[in-house]
Antibody, heavy 119, light 112 residues
Framework: EVQLVQSGAEVKKPGESLKISCKGSGYSFTNYWIGWVRQMPGQGLEWMGLFYPANSDTKYSPSFQGQVTISADESISTAYLQWSSLKASDTAMYYC????????????WGQGTLVTVSS | QSALTQPRSVSGSPGQSVTFSCTGTSSDVGAYNYVSWYQQHPGKAPKLMIYDVTKRPSGVPDRFSGSKSGSTASLTISGVQAEDEADYYCCSYTGSFIFPYVFGTGTEVTVL
């Protein structure tokens, strides 16, 4: 069974750093783009970025360029989304999702990681 | 890249057909047959319902169908059921080298 399993909920203070994870199983991790999507409370879905493990190609949505870093460790089939200095406005649910290279839809989604940033 | 425009909400009685739109531009929805639709129940992750405008993944009921005309894509639920009550988001490929996808604003489907 293809699965993306994300790390658990986080509560952080403004200015702190954070790295959340998304572990793929049941498929060849290298051959699929991993996308990260933000959903702020009561709001819609927003693309943050994409990462292709086979060659580390990374694309950031202009709104998130410079705000987050996307990476992956192929050896453990895990993708990461990290912040160096969180803000209260980063409070949201974050989803990872996958797309086979060459295709244009996202067929499997992680369960989401809730990040709460509050002083 | 601006979000694709969807109606905020639609409703229908059980068994009725419900159709709602996803309007983009000639650079995204109008340029490519790569529109996908995602269903999201409250507190749950999105689920792929339609891809490449009209195709249904295995396991998605055939009452869900997609179409496109010009820069507007549509999702139809033929014979809406109580379990279809959810938020629905469209997504289009844009061909942009900077970032190639854009979501719609989302539509809340209510089953009366």
């Amino acid at each position: 069974e293809v699965q993306l399993v994300q790390s658990g909920a986080e509560v952080k203070k403004p200015g702190e750093s954070l790295k959340i994870s998304c572990k793929g199983s049941g498929y060849s991790f290298t051959n699929y783009w991993i996308g990260w999507v933000r959903q702020m409370p009561g709001q819609g879905l927003e693309w943050m970025g994409l990462f292709y493990p086979a060659n580390s190609d990374t694309k950031y949505s202009p709104s998130f360029q410079g705000q987050v870093t996307i990476s992956a460790d192929e050896s453990i089939s895990t993708a990461y989304l990290q912040w160096s200095s969180l803000k209260a406005s980063d409070t949201a649910m974050y989803y990872c999702t996958r797309a086979l290279n060459g295709l244009t839809y996202f067929d499997t989604w992680g369960q989401g990681t809730l990040v709460t940033v509050s002083s | 890249q601006s979000a694709l425009t969807q109606p905020r909400s639609v409703s229908g009685s059980p068994g009725q057909s419900v159709t709602f739109s996803c309007t983009g531009t000639s650079s995204d929805v109008g340029a490519y047959n790569y529109v996908s639709w995602y269903q999201q129940h409250p507190g749950k992750a999105p689920k792929l319902m339609i891809y490449d405008v009209t195709k249904r993944p295995s396991g998605v009921p055939d009452r869900f169908s997609g179409s496109k005309s010009g820069s507007t894509a549509s999702l139809t639920i033929s014979g809406v059921q109580a379990e279809d009550e959810a938020d629905y988001y469209c997504c289009s490929y844009t061909g942009s080298f900077i970032f190639p996808y854009v979501f719609g604003t989302g539509t809340e489907v209510t089953v009366l």
